[in-house]
């Protein structure tokens, strides 16, 4: 009988489910969009009860498309938004707030309260993260402070913390496990990722307690089982979880030392794995827990890039010169170049390796003659530009060549931005022949948990590329580009 393998991704922007089979083939796909709330400029928030609603719906719908008996799936894998941060009561399974995600930038004052009370090394040495609103440490704080008796509640251990990954065990396993894993656990700001346990150093320096904290297990390995679910039976296990672009990096079966990837969603995010080799970046790179499988540990580096395909969305909702996001590829194809125009996307802050989440986004270089055409490849060159600075960086940091770069998420399948991304990165770029590694990777970790495959060289063998983008730009026009990029950048962290 074949067995299937149900995949969880709950992204920034939709939820979607995968059901895989045992040769990593996309028996069928769904996705859900989650629609986002903005309080004010600045502040990003997500309903965790539709976060629920819209999980279960594309559970359903994915069952139904496949035509399967649910009886038949093996095992569950979730993926998720890293870092967005919920506290719910543990007797009720009701959130007390709003999800703060993870482009939210309210707790900025807190990051700088810390910094000035010189706790930054602090907090870099036990978590390899920079001290930034972007993780979930800060996101607690400021919910510990802005909601009336919820501090009294956590050290009292009526109220639970997790990121999306722990919110989602918790309902699908009637509240019975409060778990995360590795990977997701070194993404709070209190995880030490050299010890692999909660810090007490940290935990006593934000004021958070450690009753609201979930256990922290392996990324692959069984977390609980389903209980209580009106669209699944009782007792599948939830083999894996994992933060989005750990999993994305396992999915793209990055597992030796030196391999590297760029996944384009929401955010960009190029992550090396480092393999057993804690390696602390000096310059703005996160170090992170990429998985853990049974005892072996595997770290990464990794830059974070908050927009990249959100940008295309902008141009779609904010500027109106497309209609829908997979026009862009056509426009920008219609001229043969952005015509000098550079489009820093900091719509959101910069992310690494400047670490400025004050920073605005930026168009330089529109004369009479620029069209939006000229602007949508100016958009789509920008996505590529600061991946090739993250790898730039990554490369000091590591003392090693990247020989070719594999590549996944929505914007990948745009074949323009690939092609620019090789050029501009001067080495091949590979494309896989499913997009959706995030998900794919959590099925493979969640496959691996329960037998489905053996070991990592089996999963290798499986593995399936689509197409490989072979650089062709001639090195002045490179230069070109890279000169007014940067001389872009320089204009922003100025301001």
Not at 279 to 308: D, R
């Amino acid at each position: 009988m074949t067995e299937y393998i149900l995949a969880i991704d709950q992204g920034t922007t939709s939820t979607k489910a995968l059901l895989i089979d045992p040769s990593l083939n996309v028996v069928a796909s769904t996705g859900v969009e989650l629609p986002q709330i903005y309080p004010r400029p600045g502040w990003v928030e997500h309903d965790p009860q539709l976060i629920l609603k819209i999980t279960y719906e594309s559970i359903k719908n994915v069952i139904q498309k496949a035509n399967i008996d649910p009886h038949k799936i093996a095992v569950i894998g979730i993926t998720n938004q890293r870092e967005t941060t919920i506290l719910w009561d543990k007797k009720t399974g009701k959130p007390v707030y709003n999800a703060i995600v993870w482009q939210c930038k309210r707790t900025a004052h807190i990051v700088e309260k810390l910094k000035a009370r010189g706790y930054e090394k602090i907090f870099k040495n036990s978590t390899g993260l920079v001290l930034d609103p972007y993780f979930s440490a800060t996101k607690i704080m400021w919910l510990l402070n802005a909601i009336s008796g919820l501090r009294n509640k956590a050290q009292k251990g009526q109220i639970a913390f997790g990121t999306i990954d722990t919110w989602l065990l918790w309902h699908l396993t009637n509240g019975v496990n409060h778990a995360t894993d590795v990977s997701n656990a070194s993404r709070t700001l209190l995880f030490n990722i050299k010890k692999l346990q909660w810090d007490d150093e940290l935990l006593k320096i934000t004021g958070i307690s450690r009753y609201m904290l979930p256990e922290v297990k392996p990324t692959s390995g069984v977390f609980g089982y389903t209980k209580g679910l009106d669209f699944l039976p009782d007792n599948i296990p939830v083999g894996s979880m994992a933060g989005d672009q750990q999993s994305a990096l396992f999915g793209q079966a990055c597992f030796e030392a030196g391999s590297v990837k760029a996944t384009y969603g929401t955010g960009s995010f190029v992550l090396c794995n480092t393999s057993d080799k804690l390696t602390f970046s000096k310059h703005g790179l996160l170090t992170t827990v990429a998985w853990q499988i049974k005892n072996k540990v595997a770290y990464a580096l990794e830059g974070s890039a908050m927009i990249s395909g959100a940008a295309v969305q902008w141009a779609r909702d904010g500027l109106g010169i497309i209609e829908k996001s997979d026009d862009i590829e056509k426009l920008a194809s219609s001229v043969p170049d952005s015509g000098g125009v550079v489009f820093v996307p900091a719509l959101s802050g910069l992310g690494a390796p400047w670490w400025k989440p004050d920073a605005k986004g930026i168009i330089t270089g529109i004369t009479r003659g620029t069209t939006k055409a000229h602007i949508a490849r100016a958009i789509l060159e920008g996505i590529a530009l600061q991946t090739y600075t993250m790898l730039e960086v990554m490369k000091q940091d590591t003392g090693q060549r990247l020989s070719s770069l594999k590549v996944d998420g929505g914007a990948s399948k745009d074949d323009l931005l690939m092609q620019f991304q090789a050029d501009i990165l001067n080495i091949p770029v590979i494309r896989p022949q499913n997009i959706e590694t995030t998900s794919l990777g959590a099925g493979m970790l969640a496959g691996l948990a329960v037998g489905i495959w053996k070991d990592l060289k089996e999963l290798k063998q499986v593995w399936k590329k689509d197409r490989i983008f072979k650089p062709a730009m001639p090195v002045a026009q490179r230069r070109g580009f890279l000169t007014r990029w940067e001389k872009a950048i320089r204009m922003i962290l100025s301001v």
